[in-house]
């Protein structure tokens, strides 16, 4: 069965640090793993999306690793803000036809706090 | 350039009714793809569109379906409501381009059934 499990569940921090979010997946085969932040009463929003080549990646302060062979990624949160204060969701999409989606499963996400 | 729109926002019905949600994806965007959220379950993939055809579905009852018009919006539409039903429905329109995609979510319609 696929799976994506993240953690921790929740996190709380000091404006300033550094934080890592971890996601575990058994999705097969692989395709994708996509992170997003989602800010209470909003849409996700796209951090980064790797593919099986790729082994890290990085938008602004957000950088996320992949590595396939032990199907574990990490989102990486440098210099928190305040307005990191969110739900980070890790997705893994499975091959299916050649298309991006193909079946996606979805961690229950991770929601951190950071405080000033 | 507008995000993506969905209507209506807030919607409440009644068990066995059933529900149309649309959505407008960014000009442009020809796949538009639908999730379902609530807190039990989190995020869950409903379906995608692109080019007015269903390219994937998640696993969701066929009382969940959808399409797509030649201009990109697409519908949602559940019909027999159940309680469970009750949610938030987001919409994410997507474009590729040099090999990247690049995913963009509504604001959601938030569902109540009563």
């Known amino acids: 069965k696929n799976q994506v499990e993240q953690s921790p569940q929740s996190l709380i921090i000091l404006e300033g640090k550094n934080c890592t979010l971890q996601c575990n997946y058994t999705v097969s085969p692989f395709s994708n793993l996509r992170w997003y932040k989602q800010d209470t009463g909003r849409g996700p929003v796209s951090l980064t999306i790797m593919t099986f080549s790729e082994n890290t990646k990085s938008n602004g302060r957000y950088t996320a690793t992949l590595d396939a062979d032990t199907k574990q990624s990490s989102l990486h949160i440098t210099a928190s803000q305040l307005s990191d204060s969110a739900s980070y969701i890790c997705v893994v999409s499975a091959q299916a036809g050649g298309t991006s989606y193909g079946k996606l499963t979805f961690g229950q996400g991770t929601i951190l706090t950071v405080h000033p | 350039k507008a995000g993506v729109t969905q209507t209506p926002r807030y919607l409440i019905k009644t068990r066995g009714q059933q529900v149309t949600l649309s959505c407008s994806p960014i000009s442009g965007h020809r796949s538009v793809s639908w999730y379902q959220q609530t807190p039990g379950q989190g995020l869950q993939f409903l379906f995608e569109?692109?080019?007015?055809?269903?390219?994937n579905k998640g696993n969701f009852p066929g009382r969940f379906s959808g399409r797509q018009f030649s201009n990109s919006r697409s519908e949602m539409n559940v019909s027999t409501l159940e309680l469970g039903d009750s949610a938030l429905y987001l919409c994410?329109?997507?474009?590729?381009?040099?090999?990247?995609?690049?995913?963009?979510f509504g604001p959601g319609t938030r569902l109540l059934v009563l």
């Open positions: 569109y692109f080019s007015e055809t269903q390219r």
């Open positions: 994410a329109s997507s474009l590729w381009a040099s090999g990247q995609e690049t995913q963009y």
